[in-house]
């Protein structure tokens, strides 16, 4: 195992979050490895952490000035085992193929782990839509279609929204599938309501964190009812985490942005959730803004090379992390320890550095690791899916109580699974192995292709 770990950092020295991502399911599966020879024997792990096609490409666009700009694009198509590859796509300036292929993993394991039928795969670009015109975001994302569209359909690889991609960039991105393909299909998830999109899709990844929190806290006889929680991030995620707790009695203290977090210790109630959705969404300006409108707020600023970030410090019972990977290292989990936080439940994907999980699993903290917790993303994404090979369209209860269903189910799937392999209680352990097992029992079925 250690030399299939060293043949991939020396192959892609550069790819750190890709090296992240799979030495944590190494660790994790190991003892399936051992009960399960013919696995060795067919390479099971060599052939799980290649990617089946990588796509890259030139993604040049016009700015409204007359200036030209190029982007790079990518699409990484991990596996299909189980189904056709699905997961987002990523705007950021700080994407690259590394940052892809440990997004693209670790949705495999995730995609399993939904009970539904998706591959896994990622994509993306290092845009930065910070501070774009609309027509701007258009004209990139007509360009990014315009190389992508040859590689995805409704059957091969259906991508969605991760962050910087929100209903606006998807609108765009279907517009210029359809016209290259001269087809109306499933072949995006998280469309606008009116033109083939699921209710409860934008609520499904922050609603369903919730839920996978409260059957965490079910397992110790507790409820959301009075818990005080720090969620980070102010995006779509956090939006509908936010929503969820306080929906079930809790109170969030914390948001951020790349900036800065506010902190409020009274609570985000749901007018201020309200304003903070017009600013973030509408306005796209920044969370600065909401501590300028309501007194008693403080807003303080992050610099990024700070050892820790100050909003992981306050007393609190829960963590929502909801912004982007890494963001909590060991100095911030030991301080989240330290203020009495005693569940961690993870919105964004990888958001823990390994310092900061081995002292939850230490410590015995509920922690639900983003490949379980925040699967109800995709999940409903699934079910947009199904919707659409319909020409149906699912009521709010509906799409709501099934995707409850599945966080019970992954949840439940996870202590099985850890129990199976004597790690009772470790959703990291378990969710990694409920998810390899599927996916390479589907990949050994199917022969060596
Ligand atoms: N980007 C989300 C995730 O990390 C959702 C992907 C999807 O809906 O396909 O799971």
Redesign the pocket.
Known sequence: MEQIVEKIQSRDPEQYEFHQAVEEVMESVRPVLDRNPEYRQQAVLERITEPERVVMFRVPWMGDNGQVHVNRGFRVQMNSAIGPY???LRFHPSVNLGIIKF?AFE?VF?NSLTTLAMGGGKGGSDFDPKGKSDNEVMRFCQSFMAELFRHIGPNTD?????IGVGAREIGFLFGMYKKLRNEFTGVL??KSLNWGGSLIRPEA?GYGVVYFAAEMLATRGERFAGKTCLVSGSGNVAQFTTEKVIELGGKVVTLSDSSGYIYDEEGVDRDKLAYLMQLKNIRRGRISEYAEKYSGTVYVPVDPALDHNPLWDHKADCALPSATQNEINGRDAANLLKNGVYLVCEGA?MPSTPEAIDQFIDAKLLYGPGKAA??G??AV?GLEMAQNSMRLAWPRDEVDSRLKHIMKSIHHTCLDAAHTYGADGNYVAGANIAGFVKVVNAMLDQGLV
């Not at 259906?158 to 991760?162: E, I, L």
């Open positions: 699905k997961g987002g997004l949705q995730k259906v991508p969605a929204g991760d998830t998280g990844t994907n925040n699967a993303g995709v994404s």
